[in-house]
C-alpha cells in the first residue's frame, strides 16, 4: 500500500521554527519527485517546495525562499521540510505527494498524496 504521512505540524508564533516529515512507504522514493504543498481552506492548493526525483534538486515558491529548506533521505524513505521565520500566512494544511520519475512537481500531476498536517502560526 503506498502511503506518504506528515507529521511536525502545530502552533508557533511568528518568527518561529517547525520542522515537518513526510514518511513515505509502498513504493520506491528515489524514483519519484517529492513535493510540499499548501492549502487554505477556500483556496487553490499550490506548490511551495519541491525534491526532484533522485533528490537532484530542489525549488521553492518565491514566497518560501529564503525561509523553507527541503531535504530527503532515500534510504530513510522520509523527506523534511524545515520551515524557518514563520509567517501568519503560512497558516495552513501541509501536504507531501509524489510524482513518478519527474524533474519538477505539478499539482494536477502528483500520483500520490499524504492526508496533510495543520500549521498554525499566530500573529
Known amino acids: 500500500e503506498v502511503q506518504l504521512v506528515e507529521s511536525g505540524g502545530g502552533l508557533v508564533q511568528t518568527g518561529g521554527s517547525l520542522r515537518l516529515s513526510c514518511a513515505t512507504s509502498?513504493?520506491?522514493?528515489?524514483?519519484?519527485?517529492i513535493g510540499w504543498f499548501h492549502q487554505v481552506p477556500g483556496k487553490q492548493r499550490e506548490e511551495i517546495s519541491c525534491?526532484?526525483?533522485?533528490?537532484?534538486?530542489?525549488s521553492y515558491a518565491d514566497s518560501v525562499k529564503g525561509r523553507f529548506t527541503i531535504d530527503r533521505d532515500n534510504a530513510k524513505n522520509t523527506v523534511w521540510l524545515h520551515m524557518n521565520d514563520l509567517k501568519p500566512e503560512d497558516t495552513g494544511v501541509y501536504y507531501c505527494?509524489?510524482?513518478?520519475?519527474?524533474?519538477?512537481?505539478?499539482?494536477?500531476?502528483?500520483?500520490?498524496w499524504g492526508k496533510g498536517t495543520q500549521v498554525t502560526v499566530s500573529s
Open positions: 505527494a509524489a510524482r513518478r520519475g519527474a524533474r519538477l512537481c505539478a499539482l494536477y500531476g502528483m500520483d500520490y
Open positions: 525534491s526532484s526525483v533522485g533528490g537532484v534538486a530542489s
Open positions: 509502498g513504493f520506491t522514493s528515489d524514483d519519484y519527485a
